[in-house]
Each structure stands twice: as structure tokens, then as C-alpha cells.
T-cell receptor, first 112, second 115 residues
């Protein structure tokens, strides 16, 4: 079946360290992936996206890597800060209309 | 700029009652989405509209759920009759047509508790 899922449900890192959040997808036809951040009590917030014609995309302190061979997506956060504590979702956009399918999420906890 | 506005933020009701959730998308956005979030099922897409027309309602759980978008600045999600299993956070999101089709702007959600 088609799914977007995460390897780890929780991740705890020390402030200042780099964080890596992983995501696996099963639909080999998927061509567009997105990462969202959800803070407690708020709605998800767009972080960064990547299309399948790219392997890597960088934003401010974040990098998304896409490995189409093994259908794996990761989000790297450099110099993790307490404000990065949140649940992170990967999502798959399945058609041009924007039907976004979300994974289960990884909770990132940053220790001071 | 105002973001997506949802109301009510919290609703507690009894089983069998009608519940109406409201959403005002960001001005100029032509797509509107309703999502439901629970611990067990995560974020589920219920329905989405483009230019006020429902495009995909395959995620709507059953006939007790209905959604409308009478104009570009307002949408409702109605549950009638409500059941305890409907308890969840309901999010509305919007976006505009463009290259970044995955960039949805979410409201802060409506937390529904059905007793």
C-alpha cells in the first residue's frame, strides 16, 4: 500500500548539536516531498520542500536530503536550538492539486 | 497579514449534538483543506476545495460529516450527529495556486471533545 512513515517516533538532542529526522515513503511514483514543523497547540508550519529531480535542498539551518533509490527522506537541522523542539512531519504531495499525505511525525526534544 | 482563522478553538459537546467548525482562509488563496488530527491516526485529509468547489472528499469519514464553502472567504465542517470517536483537533489550511503546491498555511485548529 501507499504510505509515508517515519523511522523514529522521538528524538532527543543536545542544544547546539545537529539533528537528523528520517522518513521513508513507499510510493515510488511520488515526486514531491515536504517537511512540516508543529509546535504544541499550533497548526503545522511549512519548513522546506524538495522535488524528485533533486537530491538535496538547503534552507536556513535546515537541509533536506532525498534518496530515491531507497525511498528515503531526511531533514537535517544544524545547531539545534530549544525553539526547534516540536513534532516534525514529512508529507507527500500526490497530485498537482495538493492532496498532502502526512507521515506519523517525530517528536524532537532539545536539551539545554 | 492575518493567517487562517478557525473557530471555535475549543468545543465540548455531548454525543448526538450537531457541531459546526468554521474557517476563514487567507485572502487570495484558492485552495482550502480540512484535516483531522488524532494521536492514533495522525493528520488525515478530510476534504479539499479549489475555487470553492469540493475536489476530493474521499477522506470524509461518513455521512455524518459534511463540508461547505459558500464563498472564497468562508468554509464550514459540520458533524451531525457527533460521536465520541469524532474527538480530535480539526485543522483548516489554505494555499494559493503556484509552484510550491506543498506549502499549506494552517490555522491553529479547533479542538473538539464529544462526551
Amino acid at each position: 500500500g501507499e504510505s509515508v512513515g517515519l523511522h523514529l517516533p522521538t528524538l532527543s538532542v543536545q542544544e547546539g548539536d545537529n539533528s537528523i529526522i528520517n522518513c521513508a515513503y513507499s510510493n515510488s511514483a511520488s515526486d514531491y516531498f515536504i517537511w512540516y514543523k508543529q509546535e504544541s497547540g499550533k497548526g503545522p508550519q511549512f519548513i522546506i520542500d524538495i522535488r524528485s529531480n533533486m537530491d538535496k535542498r538547503q534552507g536556513q539551518r535546515v537541509t533536506v536530503l532525498l534518496n530515491k533509490t531507497v525511498k528515503h527522506l531526511s531533514l537535517q537541522i544544524a545547531a539545534t536550538q530549544p525553539g526547534d523542539s516540536a513534532v516534525y512531519f514529512c508529507a507527500e504531495n500526490r497530485n498537482q492539486g495538493g492532496k498532502l499525505i502526512f507521515g506519523q511525525g517525530t517528536e524532537l526534544s532539545v536539551k539545554p | 497579514d492575518a493567517g487562517v482563522i478557525q473557530s471555535p478553538r475549543h468545543e465540548v459537546t455531548e454525543m448526538g449534538q450537531e457541531v459546526t467548525l468554521r474557517c476563514k482562509p487567507i485572502s487570495g488563496h484558492d485552495y482550502l483543506f480540512w484535516y483531522r488530527q488524532t494521536m492514533m491516526r495522525g493528520l488525515e485529509l478530510l476534504i479539499y476545495f479549489n475555487n470553492n468547489v469540493p475536489i476530493d472528499d474521499s477522506g470524509m469519514p461518513e455521512d455524518r460529516f459534511s463540508a461547505k464553502m459558500p464563498n472564497a472567504s468562508f468554509s464550514t465542517l459540520k458533524i451531525q450527529p457527533s460521536e465520541p470517536r469524532d474527538s480530535a483537533v480539526y485543522f483548516c489550511a489554505s494555499r494559493r495556486t503556484g509552484i510550491r503546491t506543498g506549502e499549506l498555511f494552517f490555522g491553529e485548529g479547533s479542538r473538539l471533545t464529544v462526551l
